[in-house]
């Protein structure tokens, strides 16, 4: 079938053509406008923001797994005090103490699949040790010396969850609900821009038929003045001809205010530079097409976000279920570490020969060391961890509650829109008819009233008749294309093209 395009200026009234040339009008079609809405709008910049935000912090949990080289410098580190200097025969003494420190601390940690992890660690630093001697008579003493040490460390959960796992899980759950989220986001901004756009599309036909409206009053004004020259008319029907010239004058004036004000919210909607003029262009025929409305429902419980964010929710809720469970669980820890660990001994000396006394210290030194098995069991809280389980097992039911009330709503609605459709496709056919019959009517009109066999009153009653048909059949479009976007807004799926809306989402 041939499409015919009908296309609305929005500013259409000569002086705006004195000044805009046509090339400076951007041409811009339905699918264009959902393009430049899904790139350019405030909503979608906004919510890509939230969606990446989330995704980093998954990814900042899932790297928690991979490891880890701290290294930071003292250098220096000076104090002096009062210290407290205790006698076995006598009362304690306070002598001044001070020092100043440089160095740094290495630390490497391994991660271990198991939640565990083993970690190597050093510490070298050079020291200026200095007191004064309170019962000395002040006489101030001092040293040098260097202290290092390495170490190397294990630790590991026993008899309980694996709580870097779960964090990563309950991270990567919550950025799925985002990316769901962000999807159900750009449906319903293409469902705003289809409504935005045939809105504007609306008001521009109206624009335009109380342009044609005008174009007929004035003929019918300048014909009723013959026809009044000639004496062949009372001087009341010249009044009336008049009036309705400067109604559907009023009426064009108010048409484009209003087609001015939906074009800024429009360009605004979908993120263009107010100060760019537009047309848009629209088919106003379509195909038919048929819906099965057993396979919309089936697709709608396949594809909509609100199930799968359903589910999140409740995957969600079952760690928050384990995890409450955990406060009353038998839990252990496996701690060992062993270390070497050197300070200078030598009275004075270059700082080389201080390291190297340090290094020495280490070999005669014996290495710190140590194992530990910890085991820890709640045996009395009066009911805490109960409650708290309790509580998490009902907010699980909750969201199962949820996810059943979720279909049967999906369902409902799909069956609902389903009829919206169909009624609205037979309600554009029959305006489309009306209108071809009361366009060829209005014609006849206009020839009886040149004939003398209607007056002007009459010929505005024609007239108006045929700009609430014009306005029915408009209306009937609109209602008829926002009925099959919101189809494809609830079931993500194309009925017209056969296609699934659906986008195979990655985590990274």
Known sequence: ????????????????????????????????????????????????????ATRFSYLYTKSEFKPLLDFNLFTPSWSEELAEISQVNGLPVYNSVGSIKAGGNLNFTYVLPTGGNFAFSSRMYWENYRTTLSQMDNQEMERDQVYSRFALSFNQPVFTANLLKENMKVAELSYKKSACYFTRVQMDIVYSVTAGFYEVYQLAY?????????????EAFRITRLKQETGNLPEGDML??????AQDEARVMESRGKLDAAKDEFKLLIGMDLNEEIELEADMEFEAFIIDTQMAIEEALRNRMEIEENNLDIHLQEIEVK???????????????????????????????????????????????????????????WGRAKNQVRREQVRLKQQNLNLENTKRTIEREIREIVRSVNEAEKRFRINQRNREV??????????????????????????????????????????YRLSVANLNRKTMYDFENDRSYLIERQYE
């Open 438 to 479: 009361v366009i060829k009517s209005y014609r006849i009109s206009q020839l009886r009233f040149e004939n003398g066999d209607m007056t002007s009153q009459e010929l505005s009653i024609e007239q108006e008749r045929l700009s609430q048909v014009q306005l029915s059949y408009i209306e009937s479009y609109i209602t």
């Open 323 to 381: 995890r409450a469970k955990r406060k009353r669980e038998f839990k252990g820890n496996i701690s060992a570490y062993y270390d070497f660990t050197g300070l200078s001994t030598r009275d004075g000396g270059s700082l080389n020969q201080l390291m190297g006394s340090s290094f020495d210290n280490m070999n005669d030194r014996p290495a710190n060391r140590g194992i530990a098995l910890t085991l820890s069991y709640p045996i009395a809280d």
């Open 1 to 52: 079938m041939n499409k015919i395009k009908l296309l609305f200026t929005f500013l259409c009234c000569a002086p705006f053509f004195i000044s805009v040339k046509a090339s400076d009008i951007r041409k811009i079609s339905y699918e264009e406008a959902i393009r430049i809405a899904l790139g350019e709008s405030y909503t979608v910049n906004y919510y890509k923001e939230e969606i990446d």
């Open 206 to 218: 109206e624009h335009q038929i109380n342009q044609e409206r005008l174009a007929n009053s004035k």
């Open 240 to 245: 009336i001809a008049e009036i309705t010239v």
